[in-house]
């Protein structure tokens, strides 16, 4: 693992780690010096970046990580094709916004509807803590719900508190979120189903149990 920034930016080859999952955490991070590390991984898709207040957090994700990630990204399409819900699939990209001083990278991320500057739900699949506040990065970027995926759960927090203030004076705990059981911008997603799907390890499983649940709840509404 690399002791400091400005090895981790000048070192010739990433995303070759013999450990499966670290964490880099550094604090006094200029925002020239977090956009240069951003234009060197521009084309390593290996490494999640962070960015709040001058923390930078670099997480490589391990081989569990991505494949919970593309489960759920897989299986939460299914549900969009089967509604008919207009969406984009904006995957791992990088949001940023220098004058909050906040930038993410989400393991997945979607638009619904049409396209936008900034995702209504970003989704984390949690193995390891971090030091940077998801929420709070969230928050000032203007994303409306995030879903954490941590311990075989979801914890699903939706935005209350989206004003430009330092610090949010609604569900302050939760840095302007509020939690929340049930999607406001899928409600007709059942979590439930989603959370039991997501655990099994086969794919073709998964996808064929979550489909059946979909038509069940389907013709319960009929």
Request: aromatic share 10%; charged share 30%.
């Amino acid at each position: 693992m690399v002791s400091s920034l400005k090895e981790l930016i000048d070192e010739p080859e990433l995303g070759h780690s013999k450990d499966p999952e670290e964490r880099f955490i550094s604090s006094g991070v200029s925002w020239e010096s977090y956009e240069s590390l951003l234009a060197k991984l521009e084309n390593n898709s290996h490494y999640r970046v962070n960015y709040l207040d001058g923390i930078l957090e670099i997480v490589s994700p391990s081989i569990r990580h991505e494949k919970i990630k593309t489960n759920l990204g897989m299986l939460l399409e299914r549900f969009f094709y089967s509604k008919r819900i207009r969406f984009v699939p904006m995957g791992s990209s990088t949001f940023k916004n220098k004058a909050r001083k906040a930038g993410a990278e989400p393991d997945e991320c979607y638009c619904i509807g049409e396209e936008k500057k900034v995702p209504d739900l970003a989704i984390e699949v949690v193995l390891t803590s971090g030091s940077v506040s998801k929420l709070e990065i969230y928050r000032r970027l203007g994303v409306a719900e995030v879903w954490f995926w941590e311990r075989n759960q979801f914890k699903l927090y939706h935005l209350r508190d989206n004003s430009q203030q330092e610090q949010a004076t609604v569900y302050p705990d939760t840095y302007g979120y509020e939690p929340i059981f049930q999607s406001e911008i899928l409600p007709e997603l059942d979590i439930s189903m989603l959370s039991q799907c997501l655990t099994i390890s086969d794919s073709i499983q998964a996808i064929d149990e979550f489909e059946q649940g979909l038509k069940a709840a389907d013709e319960r509404r009929l």
